[in-house]
Antibody, heavy 120, light 109 residues
Framework: QVQLVESGGGLVKPGGSLRLSCAAS????????MSWIRQAPGRGLEWISY????????DYADSVKGRFTISRDNTRNSVFLQMNNLRAEDTALYFC?????????????WGQGILVTVSS | SYVLTQPPSVLVAPGQTATITCGGD??????VHWYQQKPGQAPVLVIH???DRPSGIPERFSGSNSGNTATLTISRVEAGDEADYYC????????????FGTGTKVFVL
């Protein structure tokens, strides 16, 4: 069955870095666009980044542009999020998800999420 | 950026119908997707392309979209439907392209 498993979260000081990983199984990963979506405590969902099948295209929300970098390794069925210069407002549950649909895409598979806490 | 507005909460009695709206400028010209999120869990897709149900989603969940409002309707509400619900669109004209609604908490009385 489909699985998306995030790892790499934890507690980090402001200005610090973390690298999130998401291991995928149960679907054709190399044929899929992938995204990271986050949810601050008690808040709604915020899309923050996506990457195309062969890494040709990436995009970021303004809130993380220049600080976060998305990447993938299709040989390992994994997508990554390098987060630098972290701020308190980056504290959130981070989900990886598969983008689906040739037009007006949506997110059909989600991981369980990994918590990132930015605090001194 | 494109804004999707949802009511913060909806209260519904078991067996009744819950209606959750998602307002956006000319949203009827876009495809709307809906997610259910229970506490401590990841979101689950319940409606895609305005009114299509993914496999495994009960027929009690339905959707519509017209004008400036998309609607998720839950018929014959059960206690297990208590959750947060989010609408989502892909807006190719603005950045960010992926936009979520503000979310609605459905309380089952």
């Amino acid at each position: 069955q489909v699985q998306l498993v995030e790892s790499g979260g934890g507690l980090v000081k402001p200005g610090g870095s973390l690298r999130l990983s998401c291991a995928a199984s149960g679907f054709s990963f190399s044929d899929s666009y992938m995204s990271w979506i986050r949810q601050a405590p008690g808040r709604g969902l915020e899309w923050i980044s996506y990457i195309s099948r062969t890494s040709t295209y990436t995009d970021y929300a303004d809130s993380v542009k220049g600080r976060f970098t998305i990447s993938r390794d299709n040989t390992r069925n994994s997508v990554f999020l390098q987060m630098n210069n972290l701020r308190a407002e980056d504290t959130a549950l981070y989900f990886c998800a598969r983008n689906y649909g040739d037009y007006d895409p949506y997110f059909d598979y989600w991981g369980q999420g990994i918590l990132v806490t930015v605090s001194s | 950026s494109y804004v999707l507005t949802q009511p913060p909460s909806v209260l519904v009695a078991p067996g009744q119908t819950a209606t959750i709206t998602c307002g956006g400028d000319k949203i009827g010209s876009q495809s709307v997707h809906w997610y259910q999120q229970k506490p401590g869990q990841a979101p689950v897709l319940v409606i895609h392309y305005d009114s299509d149900r993914p496999s495994g989603i009960p027929e009690r969940f339905s959707g519509s979209n017209s004008g400036n409002t998309a609607t998720l309707t839950i018929s014959r509400v059960e206690a297990g439907d208590e959750a947060d619900y989010y609408c989502q669109v892909w807006d190719g004209s603005n950045h960010p392209n992926y936009v979520f609604g503000t979310g609605t908490k459905v309380f089952v009385l």
